[in-house]
């Protein structure tokens, strides 16, 4: 017997999301128990996404067109539960983290946005004396995705460290959390470390997705480092995942460091592999990541990356990751150059800890969302 999935993947939008949504849609074809009813806005990545899926009497693809969250959460609301009856929906699987108020059928929320639920990144809006940002872009939002999710008993995530953030403000003592992996690991993906020498010229990369000038991506770090590290005699270039017209207009932006910089502008995800070369360091600046994909991957390509030194960061990636101090572009540079001074032996060691970490980190977590969804129907033939 077939069961009718609705997947609701609303707001998923750029390159990160749209990975781990091909991810789970090929988990579900893997399988031929379950139709899956899938929800996505109209634009370029996703209609190429379904390409493959479309043609499929397995999928049945829904696009809306992008308005705004208010009416995203009013569509969601009043046409889904509709929908569910009328299609004979069994679970509805929302996941970019909202819910449904008015939904009768069981419920999996998968948490891939920690904005709305990160007391660092409130840090940084009262720090930055952003008061009334925050209480338009976060606080506002967060009262009504608390507000829908107040009664869901079942939730996806990728980590530990984002059950942690989410019973700072929800109680989490009443509901089931899933760990499950996003990320394909097996030995053969595993690339060797890469080459290291303090005597050739060093490479930083920074990926980052279209919405690089939000706070918690924290650009700010990486521009001053940057310009700090061209004090030093250190020979180095930068790739950055952003077009140059945009990344004159942020307000610590440093000309002098415009003939070092290879801009890159928006990469698909295809694109970002062939980066990760020899003698590379990836900087993440993020205050804030459920997985961070683009660190993932330059550990897994072999590269060694640099990290903030916060609790998601030695959840995710390791203790031994290398880390530096936040709002401190100065440790930020004493922790390039110190990688930049070892030995491509001491450099290789670090890339296979982490390598190690991951590879047994990702393996303790549930493989497949149609793992998850199998305990759930089975629970509802039951009741």
């Given at each position: 017997?077939v069961s009718n999935i609705?997947f609701?993947?609303l707001g998923?939008?750029?390159?990160?999301?749209?990975?781990?949504?091909n991810l789970?849609?090929?988990?579900?074809?893997?399988?031929?128990k379950?139709?899956?009813h899938?929800?996505?806005?109209k634009n370029?990545?996703?209609?190429?996404?379904c390409?493959?899926?479309?043609?499929s009497?397995?999928?049945?693809?829904?696009?809306v067109t992008y308005?705004?969250?208010l009416?995203?959460?009013?569509?969601?609301n009043l046409y889904?539960p509709y929908?569910?009856?009328t299609?004979n929906i069994?679970i509805?699987?929302n996941f970019?983290?909202?819910?449904?108020?008015?939904?009768?059928?069981?419920?999996l929320v998968k948490i891939?946005n920690?904005?709305?639920y990160?007391?660092?990144?409130?840090q940084m809006?009262?720090?930055?004396?952003e008061y009334?940002?925050w209480?338009?872009?976060?606080?506002?939002?967060?009262?009504i995705?608390?507000?829908?999710?107040?009664?869901i008993?079942n939730?996806?995530?990728q980590?530990?460290?984002v059950?942690n953030?989410?019973?700072d403000?929800?109680?989490?003592?009443?509901?089931?959390v899933f760990i499950?992996?996003?990320?394909?690991i097996?030995?053969?993906l595993?690339s060797?470390p890469?080459e290291?020498?303090?005597?050739?010229?060093?490479?930083?990369?920074?990926?980052?997705?279209?919405?690089?000038?939000?706070?918690?991506?924290?650009?700010d770090d990486?521009?001053?480092?940057?310009?700090e590290?061209?004090?030093?005699?250190?020979?180095?270039?930068?790739k950055?995942t952003?077009?140059?017209k945009d990344?004159?207009?942020h307000?610590?932006w440093n000309d002098?460091?415009?003939?070092?910089?290879e801009y890159?502008?928006y990469l698909?995800?295809?694109?970002i592999?062939?980066l990760?070369q020899?003698?590379?360091i990836?900087?993440s600046?993020?205050?804030?990541e459920?997985?961070?994909?683009h660190?993932?991957?330059?550990?897994?390509?072999?590269?060694?990356?640099i990290?903030?030194a916060l609790?998601?960061?030695y959840c995710v990636?390791?203790?031994d990751?290398?880390t530096?101090m936040?709002s401190?572009?100065?440790?930020l540079?004493?922790?390039i150059?110190n990688i930049h001074?070892?030995?491509?032996?001491?450099?290789?060691q670090?890339?296979?800890e982490n390598?190690q970490?991951?590879?047994n980190?990702e393996?303790?977590?549930?493989?497949?969302?149609?793992?998850i969804?199998d305990?759930m129907i089975k629970?509802?033939?039951?009741?």
């Amino acid at each position: 017997m077939v069961s009718n999935i609705l997947f609701n993947a609303l707001g998923i939008q750029d390159s990160g999301g749209i990975t781990v949504l091909n991810l789970a849609l090929k988990e579900f074809q893997k399988t031929k128990k379950y139709r899956v009813h899938l929800f996505l806005y109209k634009n370029v990545n996703t209609i190429q996404l379904c390409e493959e899926y479309i043609q499929s009497s397995q999928y049945n693809i829904s696009y809306v067109t992008y308005k705004n969250l208010l009416y995203r959460i009013f569509y969601e609301n009043l046409y889904f539960p509709y929908y569910c009856r009328t299609q004979n929906i069994d679970i509805v699987y929302n996941f970019s983290g909202l819910a449904q108020l008015f939904m009768k059928n069981k419920q999996l929320v998968k948490i891939q946005n920690l904005r709305f639920y990160s007391k660092a990144l409130d840090q940084m809006y009262y720090h930055k004396k952003e008061y009334f940002h925050w209480l338009k872009q976060i606080y506002s939002k967060r009262l009504i995705l608390l507000f829908m999710l107040r009664s869901i008993k079942n939730y996806e995530l990728q980590s530990s460290h984002v059950e942690n953030n989410l019973s700072d403000y929800l109680r989490m003592d009443t509901t089931r959390v899933f760990i499950k992996s996003d990320i394909l690991i097996n030995e053969e993906l595993i690339s060797c470390p890469r080459e290291y020498s303090r005597n050739k010229m060093l490479t930083i990369l920074f990926i980052v997705g279209p919405h690089f000038e939000t706070l918690h991506k924290n650009i700010d770090d990486f521009l001053i480092a940057m310009y700090e590290l061209s004090k030093t005699d250190v020979d180095y270039r930068i790739k950055i995942t952003i077009d140059k017209k945009d990344l004159e207009k942020h307000e610590h932006w440093n000309d002098t460091i415009d003939s070092k910089i290879e801009y890159l502008g928006y990469l698909p995800s295809c694109q970002i592999k062939d980066l990760f070369q020899d003698n590379s360091i990836l900087i993440s600046t993020s205050i804030i990541e459920t997985i961070g994909l683009h660190v993932i991957e330059s550990i897994i390509n072999g590269v060694v990356p640099i990290v903030p030194a916060l609790k998601y960061s030695y959840c995710v990636y390791g203790k031994d990751v290398p880390t530096y101090m936040v709002s401190d572009p100065n440790s930020l540079v004493s922790k390039i150059l110190n990688i930049h001074s070892l030995s491509d032996t001491q450099v290789k060691q670090i890339i296979c800890e982490n390598q190690q970490y991951i590879v047994n980190n990702e393996r303790s977590k549930h493989k497949s969302v149609v793992e998850i969804i199998d305990i759930m129907i089975k629970e509802s033939q039951y009741v």
